[in-house]
Each structure stands twice: as C-alpha cells, then as structure tokens.
C-alpha cells in the first residue's frame, strides 16, 4: 500500500512541476501548443563562431518567443509569425548565420543604417546581449516588437562553448 501511495505522489508531483513549467498567457503559449504538432525552424539550433576565443551558441526558440516576436530576429522576412509558419504560409527562413557569419571586413557583409559593418560578432551582440542587458539601442531595420528583455545571460560563457 505504501508503495502504491509513493508511486501516486510522484506521478503528482511531476504532473504538477510540468503544468507550473507552461507559460499560460501571449504568444508562448500558443508555442507550446503548436510545438505538440509541428516543431518550431531550426529548434534548438547551433550558431556557430568566428570568434577565435569562443565557440557555437545553442539557440532555443522556445526559450525565446516569450521575448519578441519573429521578425526581430528574422527581420528579412515581412510578416512572419509563428502562425504562419506553422500553417505553411511563411517563405524560406534564412538563418542569421547566411549573412551574419562572415568574418569582419568581408565586402558581403551587410551595413546598418550608421554604416556599422554588421558581421556576425556586432549584430548578434547587439540583438543578443543587449537584449540580455536590457539595454536594446539599436534594432534591426523592419525588427518587430520586443515583448520584455533584460532577463537573459550576460556572461559569455554561459551561451558560448569554450574553445
């Protein structure tokens, strides 16, 4: 009887522990909604360094739709949401790395509006880690919306691997 009793309180207990862990309100929960059927572009995907000192970072989208919609990121791709690409209605997404991952001084790597040389290092710290801070000066051309910020890991080696 003891045993069954322990058996039942554990099933509880993590029944529990994953409805708590469910976002309830906003785009995040249709996110988990929609992740049961159809997973999210590049879930979990690595995006890798130039950085002579420091390694890939692996991204999860999931941790980050809470934070701002689609089109910060992928702010190439007009009028992506997470309900169009779930219904198969979003044009290719191209990952930041297609443009961003150039070296600095590559002529193909894009400019921003104040002639900053957009190489992977400037315009994933200035997306990522100001972000991270709080601290969002600049944004994408055609970026969407910011939902909050200041909540993500500042430190480099808590998104970066060690080389």
Same mark, same amino acid.
């Given at each position: 009887m003891k045993l069954?009793?322990?058996? *039942?309180?554990? *099933?509880a207990a993590v029944g529990l522990l994953s409805l708590s862990s469910r976002p309830l309100t906003g785009q995040a929960a249709s996110v988990n909604e929609a992740s049961q059927?159809?997973?999210?572009? $590049?879930? @979990?995907?690595?995006?890798? +360094?130039?950085? %002579?000192?420091? $390694?890939?970072?692996?991204?999860?989208h999931q941790q980050h739709l809470a934070f701002s919609d689609c089109t910060y990121c992928h702010h190439t791709n007009k009028g992506l949401t997470l309900e169009s690409f779930n219904a198969g209605k979003s %044009?290719?997404?191209?990952?930041?790395? @297609?443009?961003?991952?150039?070296k600095e001084s590559d002529p193909k790597t894009p400019k921003g509006s104040d002639g900053t040389e957009l190489? +992977?290092? %400037?315009?994933?710290?200035?997306?990522?880690?100001?972000c991270h801070r709080g601290e969002i000066t600049k944004q994408p051309k055609d970026a969407g919306k910011v939902l909050k910020q200041g909540e993500g890991p500042t430190k480099c080696a808590a998104c970066h691997e060690v080389k």
């Open positions: 069954k009793l322990l058996i *039942f309180v554990c *099933f059927t159809q997973k999210l572009p $590049g879930d @979990d995907l690595i995006i890798p +360094s130039v950085d %002579e000192k420091w $390694g890939q970072v692996k991204f999860t %044009e290719k997404i191209p990952f930041c790395y @297609d443009c961003h991952v150039r190489w +992977s290092k %400037e315009a994933y710290h200035i997306n990522c880690i100001d």
